[in-house]
């Protein structure tokens, strides 16, 4: 890969290609690189601007994206059109989120399945990988900005906990967004390499408690580094808690001392939005200042330190069972604890350092950044791949994606491309047929969407699976690839234990003009490949949809009445005749239509199953 050099006379940067590092965040995203003179990490940022890029979208009613500062602008106006915390949303479903679902003032669709979320804007859908692509979209175009040369390539930071839908959904966020992930790197490991932890192989060995706690997300981190090696020996903490809940006790003092209700800030968004605005000034005025005095709406907003304080206090308390939770998984106590690296804007309240500090008995070490330090650790991390730093070990890798063929025809990867070998991964699929006895396992290599773009290794049947209703059969297809790069894939139903496996070869028979050309094609065609999986992916869960509520209607015929089965029947034909079309958006919304109509009388049926079936006894 190309080196930076820099041009002595204009001192701009000069090379073919450059690898960022990129920390796309809940509240602010950044990209960073390794200065080429001073060789070290810097974030990127414009002359007297901030290196954060607000991960905010809007959407004006033509389509048009905004993000970052100007898209904040548009969160009290039009907060049904503008897009937050959307990292929250990652490879999630909606049964995920739904007990938070009050948080998020626009419209995220509720299909009471497992299906992945989707959010609503003007009559668009997206999903989360699709909202963050625009964020880095922003980001790629930031750095050729200021470098003065295309970014093709990067490393992208995503949480410890994150598991593998949350991870794939990065990487396709970041194709979508013209990016070639090279890797993507866990937070606490990004931010040890920021701190200099492990970089040298004479260090010795050191464990590490890395505490982050960001806008949206808290996660505690234990980690070994060994020669130049990070190894996660354990990871805890809470998707819910971060700056935002520190910001929302603030609002929620405040709407107590002014006798307004909760339902007055769920019905009126601008308010909502104005106030959570303020909540999150005052955090931040009172981590240096011990009073915060502000007029809203014609009223006096006021806080103290003390009361903040307060305030905080059952939340911090919370990331402390956290902690305690990970040494405790980790087989850790305090004392082995070499170092404790503070990460996330939310551990400048000097609360938290206080009582991080308390509870591991040493001092924390936040001398760099917090808003900065993951992006930074991306930025080694980029130069380890470029090859420029020889202190950290590189493993071998996959040099292509390995996954499955789903409903579709979609490529579903189960070991992503630049994965460390020997590695193992599994995923528990289902069957889409009543007494289907039999289930195809077709395993490819390739980085495209569509398996028919992607290269077929091999396939085997899985027979013998009892017969059961769709749904009810749980197939587990785990790969484990060794150190030869031989990969061994396995098919389990896990109910009846019927098992099937065969070795391949994954790694051979491409050459370097093969391989460079199917990744450079995944870029390519990344928008259309995205396009294409989610209009499959939206006419299989329209099918699915139609099936399961002709089989609830069969059954429960006699409980619904004319107007009912009338609106009903309209509504599937609505569906059935967008399933015939190629507008992804419009499957969306009759599925949305038709959930609306039949939510109702299928919650009302189970109520009085349930009634049926409770009469005469207690619990």
């Known amino acids: 890969m190309a080196k930076i050099g820099i041009n002595i006379a204009t001192g701009s940067l000069q090379q073919e290609e450059i690898i960022v590092g990129i920390d796309l965040g809940t509240t602010n995203s950044l990209v960073a690189i390794i200065h080429p003179e001073t060789k070290q990490p810097v974030a990127l940022k414009e002359h007297n601007s901030s290196s954060l890029v607000p991960s905010v979208i809007h959407f004006d009613e033509f389509g048009n994206v905004t993000v970052g500062e100007e898209a904040k602008k548009y969160l009290i106006t ?5 897009i937050f915390s959307a990292k929250r949303l990652m490879g999630k479903s909606y049964n995920d989120i739904k007990d938070n679902a009050s948080f998020f003032s626009y419209k995220v669709i509720d299909d009471a399945s497992q299906a992945m979320i989707k959010v609503q804007a003007g009559s668009k859908f997206y999903t989360p990988a699709e909202l963050s692509s625009f964020i880095l979209k922003e980001l790629k175009k930031r750095a050729e900005h200021i470098l003065k040369t295309p970014v093709n390539k990067a490393v992208i930071t995503v949480p410890a906990y994150f598991n593998d839908a949350q991870r794939q959904a990065t990487r396709d966020a970041g194709k979508l967004a013209g990016l070639d992930v090279l890797r993507i790197v866990n937070e606490p490991t990004a931010a040890s390499l920021a701190y200099g932890l492990g970089l040298h192989k004479d260090s010795g060995d050191k464990t590490i408690a890395v505490y982050d706690l960001g806008g949206g997300t808290f996660d505690i981190s234990i980690l070994k580094i060994s020669n130049g090696i990070f190894e996660v020996l354990s990871t805890n903490g809470d998707t819910y808690l971060g700056g935002d809940d520190i910001d929302n006790s603030i609002v929620q003092y405040w709407l107590q001392q002014a006798g307004v209700s909760e339902d007055e800030l769920r019905t009126n968004r601008e308010f909502a939005q104005g106030i959570r605005l303020q909540a999150e000034a005052a955090k931040i005025f009172l981590s240096a200042n011990d009073v915060f005095d502000t007029t809203f709406n014609g009223d006096s907003l006021t806080i103290t330190k003390q009361i903040l304080e307060t305030l905080v206090q059952p939340l911090v308390d919370k990331t402390i069972v956290c902690c305690t939770n990970a040494l405790k998984d980790a087989g850790l106590k ?67 994606s390995l ?32 007494g289907q006895s039999g289930m195809k396992i077709s395993v490819y290599q390739g980085e495209r969407d569509m398996v028919k773009d992607n290269r077929k290794l091999s396939e085997f049947n899985l027979t013998g699976i009892p017969a059961m209703p769709a749904g009810l059969a749980k197939v587990e297809v785990s790969f484990l690839i060794n150190a030869d790069g031989i990969l061994v894939v396995k098919a389990k139903e896990l109910r009846s234990g019927v098992e099937q496996s065969i070795e391949v070869k994954a790694q051979q028979d491409l050459t370097d003009a093969e391989l460079e050309k199917m990744l450079l094609d995944s870029i390519t065609h990344a928008s259309e490949d995205i396009a294409t999986r989610a209009l499959v992916e939206a006419r299989t869960e329209g099918e699915q949809l139609l099936t399961t509520t002709e089989k609830f209607i069969q059954k429960n015929i006699t409980h619904l009445s004319n107007e009912e089965m009338a609106q009903t029947a309209t509504a599937m034909q609505a569906l059935q005749l967008a399933l015939t079309m190629t507008d992804k958006d419009l499957i969306h919304s009759k599925v949305e239509e038709l959930n609306e109509i039949s939510r109702p009388y299928a919650e009302r049926i189970m109520d009085q199953a349930i009634s049926t079936a409770m009469r005469g006894k207690t619990v």
């Open 78 to 82: 039009e907060p049904q059109n503008t």
């Open 403 to 434: 996954g499955i063929e789903t409903m579709g025809g979609l490529m579903d990867v189960l070991i992503p491309r630049n994965s460390k070998i020997p590695n193992k991964a599994s995923r528990q699929y289902t069957t889409h047929k009543d």
């Open 334 to 400: 305090k004392e082995a604890i070499d170092v404790v690296v503070m990460v996330g804007g939310s551990t400048r309240v000097p609360l938290v350092k206080e009582s991080v500090s308390r509870f591991f008995g040493k001092p924390v070490n936040d001398t760099v950044n917090p808003d900065e330090v993951v992006a930074l650790g991306a930025a080694i991390q980029a130069d380890i791949l470029a090859g420029n730093n020889k202190d950290v070990l590189l493993l071998d890798i996959t040099p292509l």
